[in-house]
């Protein structure tokens, strides 16, 4: 066995077909991150007649004077982790092949799951789990880097996931009673979802509202990701006319309903009228509701008779997985809940086209702060964390540690 440098092709090929595969360890996001001042390598470990046993994309920041140099693999190294002869030969050569080239350390962060959890956080029993994983990490010179449960780390620890099934009422069933109301609102609304191409980054850039990452990073994504669909935007567009015909539909039926309340109420022959009561102002406080909408909908078609973009989505398609990568509303628009039916549209539309899994790129373990992930989600995990090989000792000791992980890059990833 031996560790060699891969061209882009072999390390493509070899990365699709292997079961940890995911879009962070791929030559794309090696082109993307080298565009944006580091340089990547592709390692392979082969045996003897040349069959890849091992692979992963290594990202180094381009910096001269970086006195500790690290080598990081994202997402962890394309490799059978149950194998443990394998897990410790790569390991080794590795390591001896960095050392030979000045480096200080590689950090990694497997997507290997640590607990899985049930949506309200609490820990499933006959869940996945690999609790032993970083002990065996440990035992083969490894250091664990903590259970973070932010966003302190390169990628986040906590995802949540919505497991796919063409059975579409199945998976609908999956996902909250919340998620299902709330994408109800949005169709009243008028919500209607629509697929961009690259001549609306700047408008996905706007909608989404975030300045950082800056407009250039979406485009390089475009660039890297777009060949065969890999990288596409969504819309959600809010059609006036549609929502001021729904909420005058909503209305006369609720008017209608109201006046055989009232006719009700009146009637002596009825004895009993405690529950026609209630009934009655449920219905004048949803006549109520219902005529502010229709109202707010007629206002919305003069100010915006073409329509108005609500909401964006970005989205990344690699083998059999989606990733949720980049996302946004308008804040005038929340309440229309277009995000919800958004992301469910796209869950419903990629599970009849047979893909697997819909990833949200990253929570925290506070739950709140991810409420539409989490009511969309129908499995929530948390990885095992980063770890860092230590290759030179001494370098890596002294050098400062004040300084966050994130300071070696001069852009997410």
């Not at 079961?19 to 991150?33: A, I």
């Not at 449960?149 to 919340?178: F, V």
């Not at 169709?187 to 980054?201: F, P, S």
């Not at 628009?333 to 949200?360: H, N, R, S």
Request: aromatic share 14%.
């Amino acid at each position: 066995m031996q560790v060699i440098l891969l061209d882009e092709i072999r390390f493509d090929n070899f990365a699709i077909n292997h079961p940890q595969y995911n879009f962070f360890q791929t030559s794309n996001y090696g082109k993307l991150m080298t565009k944006h001042g580091h340089n990547c390598y592709y390692m392979g470990l082969v045996d003897d007649i040349g069959n890849i046993k091992a692979a992963t994309l290594l990202v180094v920041k381009n910096e001269k004077n970086n006195k500790r140099k690290m080598a990081y693999a994202p997402r962890g190294f394309l490799i059978d982790w149950n194998d443990e002869e394998l897990v410790v030969q790569f390991t080794n050569l590795l390591k001896d092949f960095l050392a030979k080239r000045n480096f200080t350390y590689i950090k990694i962060d497997p997507c290997i799951v640590y607990k899985e959890h049930d949506t309200n956080g609490n820990e499933k029993f006959d869940g996945e789990s690999n609790s032993s994983f970083v002990k065996k990490m440990q035992s083969l010179g490894y250091i664990h880097m903590g259970y973070n449960n932010g966003l302190e780390a390169i990628k986040p620890r906590w995802n949540a996931i919505t497991k796919l099934n063409n059975n579409i009422i199945t998976l609908y069933n999956s996902i909250s009673k919340e998620a299902r109301n709330n994408i109800k609102i949005a169709l009243a609304a008028g919500n209607r979802v629509y697929k961009g191409n690259i001549n609306d980054i700047e408008l996905f850039f706007n909608t989404i509202g975030k300045e950082k990452p800056p407009l250039d990073y979406y485009l390089d994504f475009y660039q890297f990701f777009g060949q065969n669909n890999g990288f596409e935007l969504y819309f959600s567009k809010l059609e006036p006319v549609t929502y001021v015909n729904a909420s005058k539909n909503l209305y006369e039926k609720e008017e209608q309903r109201n006046n055989e309340l009232n006719n009700q109420i009146q009637d002596w022959n009825i004895p009993n009228k405690d529950r026609i009561i209630n009934e009655k102002l449920n219905s004048d406080s949803l006549l109520a509701s219902y005529k502010k909408n229709m109202l707010e909908a007629i206002n919305l078609f003069q100010q915006y008779p073409n329509g108005i973009i609500t909401a964006g989505l970005a989205v990344i398609k690699y083998g059999k997985k989606i990733t949720f990568f980049a996302e946004g509303e308008k804040n005038d628009f929340k309440d229309k809940c277009p995000l919800y039916l958004l992301k469910w549209q796209l869950i419903q539309e990629f599970a009849t086209k047979g893909y697997e899994i819909v990833e949200y790129e990253g929570i925290t373990s506070d739950l709140k702060l991810n409420k539409e992930k989490i009511d969309l989600a129908n499995k929530l995990v948390e990885y095992v964390g980063e770890f860092d090989l230590v290759i030179n000792k001494k370098s890596y000791y002294t050098g400062s540690k004040l300084d966050p992980i994130l300071n070696w890059l001069n852009t997410p990833i």
